[in-house]
T-cell receptor
Framework: GQSLEQPSEVTAVEGAIVQINCTYQ??????LSWYQQHDGGAPTFLSY????GLEETGRFSSFLSRSDSYGYLLLQELQMKDSASYFC???????????FGQGTTLQVKP | DAGVTQSPTHLIKTRGQHVTLRCSPI?????VSWYQQVLGQGPQFIFQ???????GRGNFPDRFSARQFPNYSSELNVNALLLGDSALYLC???????????????FGDGTRLSIL
C-alpha cells in the first residue's frame, strides 16, 4: 500500500523558519510534491522533487531523500498569509496517481 | 489564462440521488484527475483521465464514474448518493503531454457537495 506521514499541526511566529516533515511508503515512487491549501480554497502547487537534494523557490524550499523515504518543506521568513494547510503528495510512476498525506496545519502568530 | 473551472460550486442532494460534476481543464492540458476531500483530510484520488482514457482509479465504489470528452473537459458522476459522499470534490489538470507524470497538478476551486 501507500502511506504518508506528516505532523498534524505546527505553530510558529512571523519571521521565523519552520520545517514540515513527510515520510512515505509507496511502490513505484516517482516524486514528492508539496501543496498549500488555505481554508475554503483549492490546493496550489508549491514544489516537486524527483531527485535527492534541495529545491529552492523563493521563501520555500523542499528536500528529498529517496533512500530514507523522507522529505521536508522549509518555509523561511514566515508571514501571516502562510497560515494554511500543507500537504505532501507522492507521485506513483506505475499509476500516475498523486497520493496526498493528511496535511499539516500551519499557524503563524504575530 | 483561465485556470481549472468546476461547476457547480455548491450542491445539495439527498440520499439515493445522483449527481454530475463538471470540470474544464487549463487550455492545453490533456490530463484531468478527480479527488474527494473530506474536511480535515487530504484529497483522496478518485480517477485520472489522459487523452480521454482512464489511466488510474482510486479505491472508490462503482457508484463513482467519470469520463473525459474530446475537448478534455470531464464529468464525475456519483450514483445512489450516501451521507458519506458529502465532501469537496476537486478537479485537477496537468500537461502530461509527453507522458511524464512529473507535471504539477493545477486544482480548481472544487464543488462542495452536501448530502442530506
Amino acid at each position: 500500500g501507500q502511506s504518508l506521514e506528516q505532523p498534524s499541526e505546527v505553530t510558529a511566529v512571523e519571521g521565523a523558519i519552520v520545517q514540515i516533515n513527510c515520510t512515505y511508503q509507496t511502490s513505484g515512487f516517482y516524486g514528492l510534491s508539496w501543496y498549500q491549501q488555505h481554508d475554503g480554497g483549492a490546493p496550489t502547487f508549491l514544489s516537486y522533487n524527483a531527485l535527492d537534494g534541495l529545491e529552492e523557490t523563493g521563501r520555500f524550499s523542499s528536500f528529498l531523500s529517496r533512500s530514507d523515504s523522507y522529505g521536508y518543506l522549509l518555509l523561511q521568513e514566515l508571514q501571516m498569509k502562510d497560515s494554511a494547510s500543507y500537504f505532501c503528495a507522492v507521485l506513483n510512476s506505475n499509476t500516475g496517481k498523486l497520493i496526498f498525506g493528511q496535511g499539516t496545519t500551519l499557524q503563524v502568530k504575530p | 489564462d483561465a485556470g481549472v473551472t468546476q461547476s457547480p460550486t455548491h450542491l445539495i442532494k439527498t440520499r439515493g440521488q445522483h449527481v454530475t460534476l463538471r470540470c474544464s481543464p487549463i487550455s492545453g492540458h490533456k490530463s484531468v484527475s478527480w479527488y474527494q476531500q473530506v474536511l480535515g483530510q487530504g484529497p483522496q484520488f478518485i480517477f485520472q483521465y489522459y487523452e480521454k482514457e482512464e489511466r488510474g482509479r482510486g479505491n472508490f465504489p462503482d457508484r463513482f464514474s467519470a469520463r473525459q470528452f474530446p475537448n478534455y473537459s470531464s464529468e464525475l458522476n456519483v450514483n445512489a448518493l450516501l451521507l458519506g459522499d458529502s465532501a469537496l470534490y476537486l478537479c485537477a489538470s496537468s500537461l502530461t503531454g509527453t507522458g511524464g507524470w512529473n507535471q504539477p497538478q493545477h486544482f480548481g476551486d472544487g464543488t462542495r457537495l452536501s448530502i442530506l
